[in-house]
């Protein structure tokens, strides 16, 4: 199993240029989030989905898109890029409601 | 609101001292409970949780008992190494929707 991978690793973008912040899990998990961490404020949710085709809006959903077509992709967009999204974004993925959550290594994004 | 709150850092210590990392929550019901590590440059990673009052979780020397009377989850270790500093994470888990609600994260040093 290589359990939540995200991609890219690092990632430096123009303000306003879009990309797309990969993650994939092959455990079968239902439950999938998007986190953002920045300095003093521990993980923010951005976008979380329950299921395949299921999504729903976090904490700080502003700025980002997701989809789940499947159950082991959810990627995550950003449409415009702004310097206030400069963070690190964590993915995360749990079997069940009441299960361990399993990270990924994260992507770090620098927005000039 | 739904939120956790965490001793502020960094927390310097010598190899071998005891180590105490407070963690409050404020949250409807009784919540699971969970405590999370993250090493330099990774992920994070579940060290251990508590899913009702009086639970005591433990892990590689960790514990932290569920505290409903003062809504805490303090994270205790009789004697420390190196190798355990990182930064630790306190977290709850929401009835609304089984997200996690995240404190902002407590950076342990641990000096030979």
């Known amino acids: 199993n290589a359990g939540v991978t995200q991609t890219p690793k690092f990632q430096v973008l123009k303000t306003g240029q879009s990309m797309t912040l990969q993650c994939a899990q092959d455990?079968?998990?239902?439950?999938m989030s998007w986190y953002r961490q920045d300095p003093g404020m521990g993980l923010r949710l951005i976008h979380y989905?329950?299921?395949?085709?299921?999504?729903d809006q976090g904490e700080v959903p502003n700025g980002y898109n997701v989809s789940r077509s499947t159950t082991e992709d959810f990627p995550l967009r950003l449409l415009s890029a702004a310097p206030s999204q400069t963070s690190v974004y964590f993915c995360?993925?749990?079997?069940?409601?009441?299960?361990?959550?399993?990270f990924g290594p994260g992507t770090r994004l620098l927005v000039l | 609101g739904n939120s956790v709150t965490q001793m502020e850092g960094p927390v310097t210590l010598s190899e071998e001292a005891f180590l105490t990392i407070n963690c409050t929550y404020t949250?409807?019901?009784?919540?699971?409970l969970f405590w999370y590590v993250q090493y330099p440059g990774e992920g994070l990673q579940l060290l251990l949780k508590?899913?009702?009052a009086d639970d005591k979780g433990s892990n590689k020397g960790f514990e932290a008992t569920y505290r409903k009377e003062t809504t805490s989850f303090h994270l205790e270790k009789g004697s420390v190494q190196v190798s355990d500093s990182a930064v630790y994470f306190c977290?709850?888990?929401?009835?609304?929707?089984?997200?996690?609600?995240w404190g902002a994260g407590t950076k342990l040093i641990i000096k030979p």
């Open positions: 508590a899913t009702k």
């Open positions: 949250a409807t019901g009784y919540p699971s």
């Open positions: 977290a709850h888990l929401m009835d609304s929707n089984y997200q996690l609600i």
């Open positions: 995360a993925s749990r079997g069940t409601i009441q299960e361990t959550q399993y």
């Open positions: 455990m079968n998990h239902e439950y």
């Open positions: 989905s329950v299921g395949a085709g299921i999504t």
